[in-house]
């Protein structure tokens, strides 16, 4: 923005020159308006100006803060401060630069918005894993802790058992079972031995016992493989479909966009290959295409259909040109006497000429003298602007005050037209107004 | 108190036909409007500076919703009270 700033002096010359009035007068009428505006913010009144803004009263409540330099906390009292709010028509125009600008709505915040609910379902399966690790190594321990212990007593075992059960058994058999320490699911010792024939058919006689073996074993296996690494299944399982759906429907979304934007581009080259001469109201056709596909084919069946009645249309622009014609002499018709009462209305009224003469007694009213001379009682202020100097508030005349009751314009105290009965309750309005701050 | 009652009040005070007093008005608020679309600043000796001001673009999030929005940046008219203005305007009693 630029820095330059206009002095009120300025505003009153370029206002001069615009008006064709004289400095002084613009700078009178500046300097009025300011301070009525100002007259009615001190009032606590709000003021709108057309076109401009509407000034307001904003109390600030008062508050604490603290001193900067001794600490101490001090309360800064409330005080009104003037807010501006500028018309609707001022901020647009303010506003042209970036009026084409409109808010937009992030994308990337609907997806983060779901994650953010993801990460709530998750903690408990992540505790879950954290169990299930847990549960593992407990179980790792009792494992590393279990061989062992049974490894001393295979050791006893089969330097007993071994030779009476598999007499012709390899002595080297034994040290292999002692070496492999992967084994880990073994409650006894032929549960070993099983796993050794598994892993390294030295042993071929031992087949027979692997046989009777093998129901036990494998009863046994599933359930520790099944308690190890079945939580790790379930997440994996339960992380998948959330996160799939979502690139499908985003796809999904795509692949209509292009559909439609195909469907727009071949019925606009068709179009144009087909009518060439009405590029207009392709041009037209196309705006509306991009509103709204559907609007836009209903507009496409209904141009066709309209398409042998083009003739028509200027004439139907032609009558509403007739008819504001029309409506613009009539109103110009109008107006005309209207204006010459808003003069009588605008300029001072002249008392100068005194039909009457009333002295005021307990009881006699404006209101009533009024009615008497002029027919309705609503114009007693023009009574009032007459006696003005003798009348300090119109609802207290002090009685023996001698009333002159002026002539007035026949056309002002028209009983019959609303308009002059408005005029006279609006400089009601204005006397009362003025009198009570009088007071 | 609006623009009908304020020209109403110009024109008692300035003793002149009410035509004229809008006429003025509508002249000055238009050289005002003029004005601050170009971007300049006015201001008014004992009442008050107006001024454009540019309000840069933020993100605001909806608070139940959390739908985060663009806000474009703004031109705004701002208007600063005077320091005579302000005094006078503290001496006001204020009654809730």
Redesign the interface.
């Known amino acids: ?8 002096q300025e ?1 009153i010359d ?2 001069a020159t ?2 064709s ?1 004289s400095k002084r007068a ?1 700078e ?3 300097k ?7 007259e ?3 009032a ?10 509407t ?1 307001k ?1 904003h ?1 600030n409540e008062p508050r604490k803060s603290v001193n900067v330099q001794t600490g101490e906390t001090i309360i800064l009292s ?7 709010t ?1 018309d609707a028509n ?2 647009d ?6 009026g084409h ?6 994308e990337g ?2 997806i983060e ?1 779901p994650v ?1 609910k993801e990460v709530e379902p998750i903690d408990p399966l992540r505790t879950l894993n954290e169990q299930a690790s847990e549960i593992k190594d407990i179980l790792a321990e009792i494992m590393n802790f279990q061989p062992n212990r049974q490894k001393s007593e295979i050791k006893d075992e089969t330097e007993v058992a071994l030779p009476e059960e598999v007499l012709e058994n390899n002595e080297d058999e034994i040290p292999h079972q002692e070496h492999e320490k992967t084994i880990q699911i073994s409650d006894n010792k032929i549960d070993e031995v099983f796993i050794n024939v598994k892993e390294e058919p030295i042993v071929e006689e031992v087949q027979l016992i692997e046989a009777v073996i093998d129901n036990e074993v494998e009863a046994e296996i599933p359930e520790t493989i099944e308690s190890d690494f079945e939580p790790e299944i379930k997440d994996e399982e339960t992380f998948s479909p959330v996160f799939v759906p979502k690139k499908k429907k985003s796809k999904v979304w795509i692949w209509i966009l292009v559909g439609i934007l195909i469907v727009a581009g071949v019925s606009s080259v068709g179009l144009y290959y087909l009518y060439p001469p009405a590029k207009d109201k392709i041009t037209v056709f196309k705006k509306a295409f991009f509103k709204n596909t559907r609007e836009q084919l209903l507009n496409f069946s209904d141009w066709l259909n309209s398409k042998p009645q083009k003739k028509e249309i200027p004439v139907t622009i032609v009558i509403p040109k007739d008819t504001t014609a029309v409506d613009s002499i009539s109103e110009e018709e109008e107006v005309l006497p209207v204006d010459s009462l ?2 009588l ?4 009224r002249n008392y100068s000429e005194i039909i009457a003469t009333e002295t005021i007694h307990s009881g006699s009213r404006l209101t009533v003298m009024a009615k008497k001379y002029y027919g309705l009682k609503d114009f007693w202020v023009y009574i009032y602007e007459a006696n003005r100097e003798k009348i300090n508030d119109p609802d207290k005349i002090p009685s023996g005050t001698i009333i002159y009751i002026p002539k007035l314009d026949s056309r002002l105290i028209d009983k019959n037209n609303q308009r002059c009965i408005d005029k006279a309750k ?1 400089l009601r309005d ?1 006397y009362v107004k ?1 009198v009570l701050k009088n007071d | ?3 009908k009652e ?1 020209i ?8 002149a ?5 809008e ?11 003029e ?20 309000k840069d673009e933020r ?1 605001s999030v909806h608070p139940a919703t ?14 600063k ?1 005077s320091n005579i ?2 005094d ?3 001496e ?1 009693p ?1 009654n ?1």
Not at chain 1, 345 to 348: E, G, L, S, T
Not at chain 2, 23 to 33: A, G, H, I, M, Q
Not at chain 2, 38 to 49: A, D, L, T, V
Request: charged share 20%.
């Open positions: 923005m630029s820095k330059e700033k206009l002095s009120s505003i370029i206002v615009k008006a009035v613009s009178e009428f500046l009025v308006m300011i301070s009525t505006i100002e009615a913010l001190l606590g009144d709000t003021v709108k100006i057309k076109n401009f803004g000034f009263l109390w409330g005080y009104y401060k003037v807010n501006f500028p001022l901020r125009l303010v506003n042209e630069p970036f600008l409109e808010a937009v709505q992030l915040e609907t918005q953010q808003q003069v209305f605008d300029n001072p609006e204005l003025k | 108190m609006n623009h304020l109403a009040a110009m024109a008692a005070k300035m003793n036909p009410k035509s004229v007093i006429d003025l008005l509508e002249k000055t608020v238009s050289t005002c409007n004005l601050l679309v170009e971007g300049k600043s006015i201001g008014f000796q004992s009442f008050g500076n107006f001024e454009v001001r540019k993100l959390q739908i985060r929005t663009l806000v474009p940046p703004k031109l705004v008219v701002n208007f009270q203005l302000k006078k305007l503290k006001l204020h809730e």
